[in-house]
């Protein structure tokens, strides 16, 4: 899988610069991570 796919761990930083929605799973669950940038490249975590 590649890495750029999943969210980023905290203390590390991006600079995408947009919106992402990212579904992975783990053993029987499935994640779905929606991720909202600013222009600066800050995440927002909703």
Do not use: A, C
């Not at 600079?15 to 995440?43: A, L, N, P």
């Amino acid at each position: 899988m590649d890495s750029n796919l999943l969210p980023p761990m905290d203390g590390e930083t991006t600079k995408i610069k947009f919106d992402t929605k990212t579904e992975y799973k783990i053993g029987k669950t499935t994640y779905r991570v929606t991720s909202h940038f600013s222009e600066s490249g800050e995440q927002f975590k909703t």
